[in-house]
């Protein structure tokens, strides 16, 4: 009976939508602690951007996005945000915070983004500090875009950007429109002629992009990912790549496989050259769920090895050897989204809402197992699938302050968290 009124659910989305909100919505009032609004740790230091850069605050919803990328400039003297005025607002806002000019500038607008990922907005390396690149719509393209920070525009690049290379002369694209249809939070809704959300196999995949030409190359296909250790519940159209990550040193990435079948999802590990080249399967388990990188061989992931219950492990991205990391205290915290300090000394990771709509901001002491949590933040009920607000925290460049996004306040904000009294402790 449950699996009918599933499959019965399945066939009316919006329907299925509608009821599970409702649900979440009552669990909230029953479970969430009166009263609590955030907790955060005395040696921590909370503020703001606007408070960082000693700007008035303006109503709206300011956000950054992912986890796999810093909104600090690499001389951390300023920082990039989306903001978005009013929630029905089709378009954000890409904003600069400078801290020694104390200003807040808006250098573009984007067609193309999501909670989750924002317009996957970033510095752009090798151009010092002076100019962002951030995915758009142009003339019913998804296209990706290079302003200065004084908003001038640069480049339009006829391709969205997914992983930027650190020296920041290419990046990895992919479709967002297939995105939309199977993995609607990360996906753009804006229709495009470059891309179909169920484009045929051989022509979908990962492409490289040349950021100073423009050129792009096809250079893995869900084709050519289909016929490798193929399984029989490949046979279906709903599935995608996503999660493409460069290695630190830029030589190679790294990417997810996933497909869906009888309302269960598969997970595969890729590797390859950034070229395209050595493509190779890392592993296929029950469960990869986040990943970041120790170093250019070793890949932190959160997920399920060896049959095991799944956890916080790190695999090696030429072998497939796998090890253990921080402990069981830090894998029982459950799936997160992990990133290395800049030294690899700490682990920076959150939870998702517990069953009190409470978010956990967690620091590890890898070489130690020494678990640490930062901060707890109450997620409401309202904030849900698309719209929820994962912590999503991030590293600044010098290792001392934390960035993340929260609805701590009852409505979408990103705060900045100086944990240097916290990661300076002696070994």
């Known amino acids: 009976m449950r699996q009918q009124l599933h499959d019965l ?122 100019r962002v690149i951030f995915n758009d719509v142009d003339q019913g393209r998804h296209v990706s875009r290079i302003v200065g920070t004084d908003g001038t525009p640069h480049a339009v690049i006829p391709f969205p950007i997914q992983a930027l290379h650190p020296g920041g002369q290419e990046a990895m694209s992919l479709n967002y429109r297939r995105l939309w249809k199977y993995r609607h939070p990360y996906g753009y809704s804006a229709p495009a002629v470059n891309f179909e959300p169920d484009q045929p196999l051989d022509r979908d995949g990962i492409w490289r992009i040349n950021l100073r030409t423009g050129q792009s190359e096809l250079i893995v296909t869900l084709a050519e990912l289909h016929a490798i250790s193929p399984r029989p519940e490949m046979k279906t159209v709903k599935t995608k790549v996503h999660h493409v990550m460069y290695s630190p040193s830029g030589a190679s990435c790294v990417f997810v496989h996933r497909w869906f079948r009888a309302g269960r999802k598969y997970h595969r590990l890729f590797g390859m050259a950034s070229d395209g080249k050595g493509l190779r399967l890392i592993m296929e388990t029950e469960l990869i769920s986040h990943y970041s990188w120790h170093d250019d061989e070793w890949l932190l992931v959160f997920g399920t090895r060896n049959s095991q219950q799944a956890g916080y492990f790190e695999v090696n991205v030429l072998s497939g050897e796998t090890r253990a990391v921080g402990g069981e205290e830090f894998s029982a915290l459950g799936d997160g989204h992990p990133t290395y300090s800049p030294d690899r000394r700490w682990i920076l990771t959150d939870t998702y809402p517990n069953k009190k709509f409470q978010q956990t901001l967690v620091l590890c002491d890898a070489a130690r197992r020494r678990v640490i949590r930062v901060g707890r933040y109450v997620h409401p009920g309202r904030y849900f699938r698309s719209s929820r607000c994962d912590l999503h925290p991030r590293w600044s ?31």
């Open 9 to 130: 659910l399945a066939c009316f989305p919006r329907l299925e939508e509608t009821i599970r909100h409702a649900q979440v919505r009552m669990l909230y009032r029953r479970w969430r602690e009166p009263g609590f609004r955030q907790w955060t740790d005395e040696r921590a230091r909370l503020t703001t951007p606007w408070e960082w850069a000693n700007v008035p605050a303006e109503p709206g919803e300011l956000f950054f996005g992912y986890y796999d990328k810093s909104p600090w400039s690499s001389d951390e003297d300023k920082t990039i945000f989306h903001f978005r005025k009013h929630a029905r607002d089709p378009r954000v806002e890409i904003r600069v915070f400078d801290r020694r000019q104390a200003t807040c500038r808006i250098i573009g607008t984007s067609g193309t983004w999501t909670f989750q990922q924002g317009a996957m907005t970033q510095w752009l390396p090798g151009s010092g500090n002076s």
């Open 397 to 427: 460049p010098g290792g001392a302050w934390i960035s993340f996004d929260s609805v701590w306040t009852g409505t979408r904000g990103s705060f900045l968290l100086d944990v240097s009294a916290l990661t300076t402790v002696p070994h």
